[in-house]
């Protein structure tokens, strides 16, 4: 790809995940919406740079924080937010939601909402890329609050001995929900754990599209040459909180550093203006925002048009294979 | 025939030739597991692409969750836990992904992925050791759990699990790895998953088994036969899913069941037997439903304290003369 289609590509990505995340906020505000939902909004750019590294048969796993990655990674918005809304042409058939939005067709296997969950998820599916020999490579994104968790270091070292094909991509936004990184990390770096499994650790500002896209292209190249896993640490930031209408009372974070990311920080500004910089017309970028908006607008026309499903559709798609002895109604 | 169909093997045995064939037919299968590549070097499975069998550092829940990843893409993983208890820490991936990223993608997703456990109980190795697990996965929907008490049911259900699309636990019995049985050589015998066997017909007494508890139940209804008892014997073979309709049926022969299972009482696999028989049979009973499973205690290291806890042979019969 050109870098003018690169550029325009990443933009279109970052403003279909922040104008779907407003869509689905509003959503919420209108009660359309059962469950829990988990914004992207300030994070487009580490997601959207990591996923332009990638191939359409590569494999992405994600987090709770769940609808930016398989936008970022090229899926269509109709079905993701047929799936928020709980209806039977949602991606995953209305069996998984917000929390959960898995699209094969472009390599996103799936989001999890158990934290840390989708990391095993990637290394597996980057043991599949060695065993069978082809050159496809698996990356998992995860938060900070993830980086506490065993499976990371479990897996980060069966990477490094195996050289697995994966990229551990941490979107550090600062938060674990309400608690701060500094009260629960003891190396301030995510990144810098990965030197205790002989793997390369780069930190890298999540807010800038074009510094995640290079340092996800070292990091894929690395993998399919056969060397073995990269983590890459994002310093990024969420706009909202941790669920969106979620009131926490008392603040674990001022409105100043929210204001200041919001104002100073904010991905799709800094992007828009790197492409102005780089020569890209006003009126293009605006028909880029444009498209976003109007795909977006037909992906809640199309959830809200669609039917919810059958209580009894609540019995399928258990089992591959049937049981012998049907499930008891 | 002079082509030999079947061969004397022990379970441990049976376990590995189905292993070994199930790897020669499909290329996609891999196994997983601690230590695994010393048992590799001495041909346990076969003369294979070492890429597809890989021990793995001491990490059950990474891997056990890598097979999860490998599975939904495209390989059918083999998890060889080794002792029971260990699955508890592979079981976050077990139960919170392989169980369900199938009917969470809306079927999107296949998870073709089999956990292999040995249940050492019964060998003075104390608490940590010695767990029969499968109930608590019998609580688990998506998943299938076998628990093969032959060798024959070892080779055949091992190798049902492994061609099996959904995620399916295979609980072994350790005390039964040396025990030798006929097995079928057919490279394509199976055995389906969710049927129970008949061991024995009788018209007194049904006796359904789960596990290691079949050896013990043959050998009492040899000494209820003595006395005139006639006993209808089920090994359920398969926990998950029941195979209810084999238990009713051999209950409207007897109109008497006692239930055998080593895992502990509450909430094991016999109470959900007995469950369905309250349900679906009461109408066929003359008498109360009789367990002999292994009592709510953790298991104790002294041999003198562990073995009079599991179902013996003696404890089937009086469970048995309890009810005539």
New interface residues.
């Given amino acids: 790809m050109l870098r003018n289609d690169i550029d325009r590509e990443a933009y279109l990505r970052m403003c279909k995940i922040r104008g779907f995340e407003e869509a689905v906020t509003a959503l919420i505000t209108e009660g359309e919406v059962p469950g829990a939902c988990h914004s992207s909004v300030g994070q487009e750019a580490a997601i959207v740079g990591a996923c332009m590294a990638l191939r359409n048969d590569d494999?992405v796993?994600g987090t709770h924080r769940s609808h930016g990655h398989p936008i970022g990674k090229g899926a269509a918005l109709k079905p993701l937010m047929a799936e928020i809304l709980g209806k039977a042409t949602?991606?995953?058939?209305?069996?998984?939601g917000s929390m959960?939005l898995?699209?094969?067709s472009v390599g996103s296997?799936?989001e999890?909402a158990?934290v840390g969950?989708g990391?095993?998820?990637?290394?597996?599916?980057?043991?599949?890329?060695?065993?069978?020999g082809t050159d496809q490579v698996?990356l998992t994104f995860f938060g900070d609050g993830a980086s506490n968790e065993?499976?990371l270091a479990?897996?980060l070292?069966?990477a490094a001995?195996?050289k697995l094909p994966v990229i551990f991509f941490c979107e550090n936004n600062g938060y674990a929900a309400v608690t701060p990184a500094r009260d629960s990390h003891g190396q301030p770096d995510v990144a810098r754990r990965a030197d205790g499994y002989g793997v390369p650790g780069v930190v890298v500002d999540g807010q800038d599209m074009d510094a995640v896209l290079a340092a996800t292209r070292t990091a894929v190249a690395r993998a399919r040459a056969g060397e073995g896993p990269t983590l890459i640490e994002a310093k990024t930031y969420r706009f909202d909180e941790h669920c969106v209408g979620l009131f926490i009372k008392g603040g674990y974070r001022t409105q100043e550093e929210v204001q200041f990311f919001m104002n100073e920080r904010d991905p799709l500004k800094l992007f828009r203006q790197v492409m102005l910089d780089r020569g890209h017309g006003e009126d293009d970028i605006n028909a880029v925002e444009a498209e976003a908006r109007g795909l977006v607008a037909e992906a809640v026309q199309f959830a809200k048009d669609s039917p919810y499903p059958e209580p009894e559709a609540a019995f399928e798609?258990?089992?591959?294979?049937p049981?012998?002895?049907p499930?008891r109604r | 025939m002079t082509e030999q169909t079947t061969q004397r093997m022990t379970y441990l045995d049976a376990l590995g030739l189905a292993q070994r064939e199930e790897m020669a037919r499909d290329e996609n299968v891999i196994i997983i597991g601690e230590d695994i590549t010393l048992y590799a070097a001495g041909g346990a499975y076969g003369n294979i692409d070492s890429k597809r069998v890989r021990s793995a550092p001491i990490s059950e829940c990474g891997f056990a969750g890598m097979a999860v990843g490998a599975a939904i893409t495209g390989l059918r993983p083999i998890v060889d836990l080794t002792i029971a208890n260990f699955v508890y820490l592979a079981s976050d991936p077990i139960i919170n992904q392989a169980a369900r990223l199938r009917y969470m993608t809306g079927g999107q997703f296949n998870v073709p992925v089999v956990y292999r456990a040995s249940m050492w109980h019964s060998q003075a190795n104390a608490a940590q050791h010695s767990d029969r697990p499968y109930p608590m996965f019998m609580n688990v929907p998506g998943l299938k759990v076998v628990c093969p008490a032959t060798p024959e049911d070892a080779k055949g259900l091992l190798k049902a699990a492994i061609r099996d699309d959904d995620p399916v636990l295979v609980f072994e019995d350790n005390d039964l790895w040396g025990q030798k049985g006929e097995v079928p050589l057919d490279t394509d015998f199976v055995v389906p998953i969710g049927k129970a066997r008949t061991h024995r017909e009788g018209s007194d007494v049904t006796i359904v088994t789960v596990s290691g508890s079949l050896r013990f139940a043959l050998k009492a209804a040899d000494d209820l036969a003595k006395d005139g008892i006639s006993v209808d014997l089920v090994d359920l073979r398969t926990v998950l899913p029941i195979d209810s309709e084999a238990i009713l049926n051999s209950l409207g022969k007897t109109g008497r069941i006692v239930i055998v299972d080593p895992a502990h009482r509450t909430c094991g696999a016999a109470a959900e037997i007995a469950a369905i028989v309250a349900e679906d049979g009461f109408d066929l009973l003359r008498k109360p439903v009789r367990r002999v499973v292994t009592p709510d205690v953790p298991i104790p290291f002294a041999p003198t304290m562990e073995k009079p806890l599991y179902p013996s042979r003696e404890a089937i019969v009086a469970a048995v003369r309890s009810l005539m």
């Fill in positions: 494999y796993s949602g991606v995953c058939k209305g069996r998984g959960h898995t699209d094969k296997i799936g999890s158990i969950g990391i095993p998820i990637a290394t597996g599916a980057a043991l599949t890329a060695q065993v069978k698996a065993g499976v479990e897996c070292n069966m001995v195996w798609l258990v089992h591959a294979t049981l012998a002895t499930i």
